[in-house]
């Protein structure tokens, strides 16, 4: 079937951004129709979703370890990991960037039940010595 994508922001200017002045520099991805946004706290999406995605890819703060919002630590605890397994279809993949390693994140993600991968990207800041980290945490099929 045909993919969808459904965006949660937080803030609606960051929407309105996406909408606007800085449309066209993404290719206007929010004006494809595969694309839906909701305004609001993933976490609440979270909560509420059982079995609706093949993948959840959260790019939040800086990471689990950069936060900058209290608000933010729920997504990485025990409980808000095991609300994204639950949102998650079996053998979807729950994808977390970081700007810094924290080397309990896997464990966590571990012990919830995915099979993960720790995966050491480029950053994007000018220096090819830095690198961000994205996990792939899979839901087994």
């Not at 079995?51 to 605890?77: K, Q």
């Not at 095991?82 to 960037?97: D, F, I, K, M, N």
């Amino acid at each position: 079937g045909e993919a969808t994508v459904v965006v949660a922001e937080l803030i609606g200017a960051v929407v309105d951004w996406n909408r606007g002045p800085l449309a066209h520099l993404a290719g206007s991805p929010l004006d494809d129709p595969r694309v839906s946004v909701r305004l609001g706290d993933i976490a609440r999406s979270l909560q509420t979703e059982l079995e609706e995605y093949d993948g959840i890819l959260l790019d939040v703060d800086n990471g689990p370890e950069g936060l900058t919002r209290d608000s933010n630590d729920w997504l990485y605890s025990s409980e808000g990991l095991a609300a994204s397994y639950s949102a998650l279809r079996p053998g979807g993949t729950l994808a977390v960037w970081s700007a810094t390693p924290e080397k309990s994140f896997a464990m966590r993600l571990e012990k919830i039940g995915f099979k993960v991968r720790e995966v050491r990207v480029p950053a994007d800041c000018g220096d090819p010595r830095e690198r961000d980290v994205i996990w792939l945490a899979a839901k087994p099929a």
